[in-house]
């Protein structure tokens, strides 16, 4: 229990030992005006009988507080719980559209690639071309030396051409 029930508790127990102890003060009638009349009545129980009317409409208007402040956290619970459900659907969402997103950028990117590969390789066949061209025509161009080379040793060293 809290400590506020407690010391309720504590204070109506004292509130009965004292109505008991005194229970023959608070029944004896007396003279009671009610502002346009006066009657006979015993006071104490009068008194008692409003603390006792007003402890009942304390303790009802506090069960009510109760109820509609659990009401009221139930509603917000349940509006919470749908907004969470709309925040994940929204979570969700996001994530596949960024999940297109990447699949698009990523064919993008393939398609880019594949074209530069397809470019190189158009590229380097050129090269391989020309460099081929290139050490044939270095090929003849040294038989044609060599064989320069070859005429003219031929004819300083006194032997018939062929």
Do not use: C
Not at 15 to 21: E, K, N, R, Y
Not at 28 to 41: C, D, G, H, N, Y
Not at 108 to 127: F, P, V
């Amino acid at each position: 229990m809290h400590l506020r029930h407690i010391l309720l508790i504590f204070v109506l127990s004292l509130l009965v030992i004292f109505a008991a102890v005194n229970w023959t003060a608070i029944v004896e009638p007396t003279t009671v005006s009610l502002i346009f009349t006066t009657i006979q009545a015993p006071l104490g129980l009068l008194l008692l009988t409003i603390t006792a009317l007003l402890s009942v409409f304390f303790l009802g208007f506090m069960v009510y507080m109760q109820s509609s402040m659990l009401m009221e956290r139930q509603r917000v619970s349940r509006e919470l719980e749908a907004q969470r459900e709309l925040a994940n659907q929204a979570e969700a969402s996001r994530f596949s559209e960024l999940h297109v997103y990447l699949e698009t950028e990523l064919q993008k990117i393939n398609a880019s690639t594949q074209e530069l590969e397809d470019h190189l390789g158009l590229r380097l066949t050129q090269l391989e071309q020309a460099l081929n061209i290139t050490i044939e025509q270095t090929g003849n161009t040294l038989s044609a030396y060599i064989g320069e080379l070859e005429d003219r040793l031929e004819v300083n060293s006194g032997k018939p051409p062929r």
